[in-house]
């Protein structure tokens, strides 16, 4: 079963706006991890938080890190049409090698 | 740098068929994996790797096989094809265990259509 699931499935924001998606996991991990596709792509490295981390930021990125609720969110500000992507949720346990994905998060940035 | 590079680019087989998807990386990642991806599924974990002469099983293994002979390369192999393997494939890669620091970088993946 995967570890990550991301909330909501979809979301459309008008651009400009803040976007926020959720990451809930159900083990102890090491790092926690956020990923972007676009349409028809491979997947690009966002930004990671490890587990004695609690917040982190990146450019328009927060990522922030609850261990205690098992969860995480990605907020990008300022939103822009070329954010438009399905945001994908990825954690490494603390048991073994293993990085697991959640289902994602599509975005829809509307102009 | 090419990254990680994934051959080929589309594919389709007839059910029972076998065929090799290859990986390559050229920035001497020790740690590879194999995912596939479905609609409405994410990236689900195939096999892995965290150096040569090294694999293991991931979330869904079950019609497929790996080696890794070098770092270099890591080719996920379909014994037997059947439909419910078509998916996007995808191969991805680190300099680190379980992605710590930098993250995975990951091929363009490789569409497979099984009939």
């Known amino acids: 079963s995967q570890q990550g699931e991301e909330d909501p499935q979809a979301l459309s924001i008008q651009e400009g706006e803040n976007a926020t998606m959720n990451c809930s996991y159900k083990?102890?991990?090491?790092?926690l991890q956020w990923y972007r596709q676009n349409s028809g792509r491979g997947l690009v490295h966002l930004i990671l938080?490890?587990?004695?981390?609690r917040e982190k930021h990146s450019g328009r990125l927060r990522v922030t890190l609850d261990t205690s609720k098992k969860s995480s969110s990605l907020l990008i500000t300022a939103s822009r049409a070329a954010d438009t992507a399905s945001y994908f949720c990825a954690t490494a346990s603390n048991r073994d090698d293993k990085i697991i994905f959640g289902k994602g998060t599509r975005l829809h940035i509307l102009p | 740098n090419a990254g990680v590079t994934q051959t080929p680019k589309f594919q389709v087989l007839k059910t029972g068929q076998s065929m090799t998807l290859q990986c390559a990386q050229d920035?001497?990642?020790?740690?590879m994996s194999w995912y596939r991806q479905d609609p409405g599924m994410g990236l689900r974990l195939i096999h892995y790797s965290v150096g040569a002469g090294i694999t293991d099983q991931g979330e869904v293994p079950n019609g497929y096989n790996v080696s890794r002979s070098t770092t270099e390369d890591f080719p996920l192999r379909l014994l037997s094809a059947a439909p419910s393997q078509t998916s996007v494939y995808f191969c991805?890669?680190?300099?680190?265990?379980?992605?710590?620091?930098?993250?995975?970088?990951f091929g363009s993946g490789t569409r497979l259509t099984v009939v």
């Open positions: 991805a890669s680190s300099s680190h265990r379980q992605g710590a620091v930098y993250g995975y970088t």
């Open positions: 920035m001497n990642h020790e740690y």
């Open positions: 083990t102890s991990i090491n790092n």
């Open positions: 938080i490890r587990s004695n981390e």
